[in-house]
């Protein structure tokens, strides 16, 4: 996946820039708590090639509890999950999702924790993606909400309606969640008004 999430803010891609923190209480939780020890998160950089090759085996060399795993920082801000949906590591992405099943609080920190000054999270984030394996292990494995919003109130199908990438998780949203369509952000724009405008003509046919 490219950096799209990453873009400088312009009037065409402010959508996906802020959270909506009004209704997300799980997301403000989650920052409040990151916040508050950010003199305490652990930053390294020597992981990011092992990621980079999706290379679990030698992640659990280092030996990272599940704790540790959710305080890691990267560029950019980033947490572990992040780097991974953002490097396209399809097999740290599904083994985070395994080593997090029943641990709610961590596995709510990775998910929701937003990694930059957009406030994006990783469940934001894979809506940019086409990798069917990724979307699968944050959405269904990780049980990720559905109705997490940003702050001007666009919801995950808001998101991928934007992009060439968001083709695959709509149609995943749709088969899977049987998601509203129609559901419209504060300035009653909808999912189709997106993809009009950013010009994904693939994600209008799928959205008309």
């Given at each position: 996946?490219?950096?799209?999430?990453?873009?400088?803010?312009?009037?065409?891609?402010?959508?996906?820039h802020q959270?909506?923190?009004?209704?997300?209480s799980m997301i403000?939780?989650?920052n409040k708590n990151s916040n508050s020890e950010i003199n305490t998160l652990l930053r390294?950089?020597?992981?990011?090639?092992?990621?980079?090759?999706?290379d679990v085996a030698e992640l659990d060399r280092r030996s990272y509890n599940l704790e540790e795993l959710a305080t890691l920082r990267f560029a950019k801000d980033m947490n572990i999950l992040n780097l991974a949906i953002d490097k396209e590591a399809v097999k740290i992405v599904q083994h985070l999702a395994r080593k997090l099943k029943g641990k709610e609080t961590l596995k709510n920190q990775l998910l929701y924790y937003?990694?930059?000054?957009?406030?994006?999270?990783?469940?934001?984030?894979?809506?940019a993606t086409?990798?069917?394996?990724?979307?699968?292990?944050?959405?269904?494995?990780?049980?990720?909400?559905?109705?997490?919003?940003?702050?001007?109130?666009?919801?995950?199908v808001h998101c991928a309606a934007q992009f060439y990438e968001g083709f695959l998780p709509l149609l995943f949203l749709i088969e899977k969640f049987n998601v509203d369509?129609?559901?419209?952000?504060?300035?009653?724009?909808?999912?189709?008004?997106?993809?009009?405008?950013?010009g994904e003509?693939?994600?209008?046919?799928?959205?008309i």
């Open positions: 996946m490219g950096s799209v999430l990453d873009a400088p803010e312009t009037p065409q891609n402010t959508s996906l959270p909506y923190n009004q209704n997300n403000h939780e989650v390294t950089d020597d992981l990011i090639p092992l990621i980079e090759m999706d937003r990694y930059n000054k957009h406030g994006i999270t990783s469940v934001h984030q894979v809506m086409g990798n069917k394996a990724i979307l699968e292990a944050v959405l269904i494995e990780m049980e990720a909400d559905q109705e997490v919003s940003l702050e001007d109130g666009n919801k995950l369509l129609d559901a419209r952000d504060a300035a009653q724009g909808s999912a189709l008004h997106f993809a009009v405008t950013e003509h693939k994600n209008v046919e799928l959205l």
